[in-house]
C-alpha cells in the first residue's frame, strides 16, 4: 500500500469514533450493508478497518494488486 484513503465500515458503535481521526465511516448494521458499502468504495482506498460482523459478512474479498488493505478489528 503506498498511501490513499482510510475507510472503516460496520456497527455505528464500533466504527463512528475512527470519524475523529478522518476515517469516512460507512455504518452498516447488516450484512447486505456491509457488501454493498465494499461494493461503493470510492477509487484511492488504500485501508479498509472492518469489524468483526462486517468481516463475517464479506467473507474473504479475492486480493489483488487494486484491492486495499482489509483489518478486522478484533472482537
Known amino acids: 500500500m503506498t498511501g490513499g484513503a482510510v475507510v472503516a ?5 464500533r466504527v463512528s469514533g475512527f470519524a475523529l481521526a478522518g476515517v469516512e465511516v460507512l455504518v452498516a448494521e447488516r450484512p447486505e450493508a456491509v457488501r454493498q458499502a465494499w461494493d461503493g ?3 484511492g482506498v488504500g485501508l479498509v478497518i472492518v ?3 462486517a468481516a463475517a459478512a464479506l467473507g474473504a474479498p479475492a ?3 487494486e484491492s486495499p488493505l482489509v483489518v ?3 472482537p
Not at 9 to 13: F, K, L
Open 41 to 43: 468504495l470510492p477509487a
Open 63 to 65: 486480493p489483488d494488486r
Open 72 to 74: 478486522v478489528m478484533p
Open 9 to 13: 465500515i460496520g456497527e455505528r458503535t
Open 51 to 53: 469489524t468483526p460482523a
